[in-house]
């Protein structure tokens, strides 16, 4: 349906929905704030819990492992209850999470606790189109442009304030404060499950699997390995970055750790225009292939200046860095543009995202065991920087204008 409010059947943005538009939001705002929480601060924690960078690496790693994981099994539990119930069943195990990682007394119970969290992120994501599908049906590139960028305002926001918390309250504290933001979450979608009774699930939006057939087909398309490895290779370098980026720059460039964690909070941020310019250019475009090699120029680019003159100019080498991961947005804007049918998007979705997500955990733990390995960050950057070469021959493929179904 169209998003232009004087078409046909359209309604203003707020009348009889203002709860679920904020529920929305708000669960929106969960989705990254226990990701980005932890690195700004391993080095307070690692003075509690005796950690290897390996530790560290296999904790970074849990994100992309659990949304592959639990955005497979999502569309399980929305065949049985309605996708309200779905949402706070997932927001309360995100809330478990968060306690479990707030009273964490050993290293293992703080991994056990993030992946409960990541496990009910995970679900989450999966969740929040069908949501707006179901309550702004003709509102739909506008509600999705809103919680695309609240998402991405709070995978800033954590970095910038994990440092003072952790100063001021310890550590515990400062990562368990987002359970509050959690709690809120809940709140819009318990008063509609109690005041509307939605329709099972089985009358109304679903969380959509790709049938049998068409999911058969993407394993044997190039245009759908290719795609697979750009998420891949967003999602492994954003990863590894969110892991360990704090640390990276307090050892190359003596970056103290309150402004480490506002570089992480820049990188994060680059996620914002990113989100928002990308998917408009794409859709404009005949060939995308200058954004996939934009994409990797920034990955290269940055690493590079973090291997040879981390401390000159830091904020910048971070920043192009960060802009790398516009394959992100890149990536689900082709989805559809690779596609001629609903079956087709919905198959090549879920091989993209779930191969991509799952290649992506080895970053963490790849950058972690390399740099137990040599004690430096060089070989680790330059292993990424290649990671981002294989984007271009990717792109190569997923640029051509062609479709899965072809």
């Given at each position: 349906?169209?998003?232009?409010p004087?078409?046909?059947?359209?309604?203003?943005?707020?009348?009889?929905r203002?709860?679920?538009?904020?529920?929305?939001?708000?669960?929106?705002?969960?989705?990254?704030?226990?990701?980005?929480?932890?690195?700004?601060?391993?080095?307070?924690?690692?003075?509690?819990?005796?950690?290897?960078?390996?530790?560290?690496g296999?904790?970074?790693?849990?994100?992309?492992?659990?949304?592959?994981?639990?955005?497979?099994?999502?569309p399980?539990?929305?065949?049985?209850?309605?996708?309200e119930?779905?949402?706070?069943?997932?927001?309360a195990?995100?809330l478990?999470?968060?306690?479990?990682?707030?009273?964490?007394?050993?290293?293992?119970?703080?991994?056990?606790?993030?992946?409960?969290?990541?496990?009910?992120?995970?679900?989450?994501?999966?969740?929040?189109?069908?949501?707006?599908?179901?309550?702004?049906?003709?509102?739909?590139?506008?509600?999705?442009?809103?919680?695309?960028?609240?998402?991405?305002?709070?995978?800033?926001?954590?970095?910038?304030?994990?440092?003072?918390?952790?100063?001021?309250?310890?550590?515990?504290?400062?990562?368990?404060?987002?359970?509050?933001?959690?709690?809120?979450?809940?709140?819009?979608?318990?008063?509609?499950?109690?005041?509307?009774?939605?329709?099972?699930?089985?009358?109304?939006?679903?969380?959509?699997?790709?049938?049998?057939?068409?999911?058969?087909r993407?394993?044997?398309?190039?245009?759908?390995?290719?795609?697979?490895?750009?998420?891949?290779?967003?999602?492994?370098?954003?990863?590894?970055?969110?892991?360990?980026?704090?640390?990276?720059?307090?050892?190359v460039?003596g970056?103290?750790?309150?402004?480490?964690?506002?570089?992480?909070?820049?990188?994060?941020?680059?996620?914002?225009?990113?989100?928002?310019?990308?998917?408009?250019?794409?859709?404009?475009?005949?060939?995308?292939?200058?954004?996939?090699?934009?994409?990797?120029?920034?990955?290269?680019?940055?690493?590079?200046?973090?291997?040879?003159?981390?401390?000159?100019?830091?904020?910048?080498?971070?920043?192009?860095?960060?802009?790398?991961?516009?394959l992100?947005?890149?990536c689900?804007?082709?989805?559809n543009?690779?596609?001629?049918?609903?079956?087709?998007?919905?198959?090549?979705?879920?091989?993209?995202?779930?191969?991509g997500?799952?290649?992506?955990?080895?970053?963490?733990?790849?950058?972690?065991?390399?740099?137990?390995?040599?004690?430096s960050?060089?070989?680790?950057?330059?292993?990424?920087?290649?990671?981002?070469?294989?984007?271009?021959?990717?792109?190569?493929?997923?640029?051509?204008?062609?479709?899965?179904e072809?």
């Amino acid at each position: 349906m169209t998003d232009d409010p004087r078409a046909a059947g359209a309604r203003p943005l707020w009348r009889g929905r203002a709860i679920a538009l904020l529920g929305i939001l708000l669960v929106a705002a969960n989705l990254r704030t226990a990701v980005a929480a932890l690195s700004p601060i391993f080095a307070e924690i690692r003075t509690e819990f005796a950690v290897s960078s390996i530790g560290v690496g296999l904790l970074g790693m849990l994100p992309p492992v659990c949304f592959a994981l639990f955005g497979l099994i999502a569309p399980r539990f929305t065949r049985r209850l309605s996708l309200e119930a779905v949402v706070v069943i997932a927001l309360a195990v995100m809330l478990a999470g968060h306690l479990v990682r707030a009273s964490a007394g050993s290293f293992a119970v703080l991994a056990i606790g993030s992946a409960v969290t990541f496990a009910g992120m995970g679900v989450g994501n999966v969740l929040l189109p069908p949501l707006v599908k179901r309550y702004f049906p003709d509102r739909i590139g506008l509600v999705t442009s809103l919680y695309a960028t609240v998402m991405s305002v709070s995978t800033l926001l954590p970095p910038l304030v994990a440092v003072p918390v952790a100063d001021a309250a310890g550590w515990h504290v400062s990562v368990g404060m987002w359970a509050l933001v959690t709690v809120l979450a809940i709140l819009p979608w318990l008063r509609i499950l109690i005041s509307h009774r939605p329709a099972h699930p089985d009358s109304d939006v679903e969380v959509e699997t790709a049938q049998p057939a068409m999911a058969g087909r993407v394993w044997r398309s190039p245009l759908a390995w290719a795609m697979a490895v750009l998420f891949a290779v967003s999602s492994l370098n954003a990863y590894a970055m969110f892991a360990w980026l704090p640390q990276i720059l307090h050892d190359v460039a003596g970056v103290p750790p309150l402004d480490a964690g506002a570089l992480l909070s820049v990188y994060a941020g680059m996620g914002i225009p990113a989100g928002l310019l990308v998917p408009l250019l794409a859709s404009r475009m005949r060939n995308v292939a200058l954004l996939i090699y934009v994409a990797v120029a920034f990955f290269v680019v940055g690493y590079l200046g973090l291997i040879l003159v981390p401390a000159t100019a830091t904020w910048l080498w971070v920043a192009l860095a960060g802009l790398g991961p516009l394959l992100f947005p890149l990536c689900l804007v082709l989805i559809n543009m690779r596609t001629r049918t609903h079956a087709g998007s919905v198959a090549l979705s879920g091989f993209t995202q779930g191969l991509g997500y799952t290649l992506g955990a080895l970053g963490p733990l790849a950058v972690g065991v390399l740099h137990q390995l040599t004690a430096s960050w060089t070989l680790a950057l330059a292993v990424l920087t290649a990671t981002a070469l294989a984007a271009a021959v990717a792109g190569s493929i997923a640029a051509r204008p062609h479709y899965l179904e072809d």
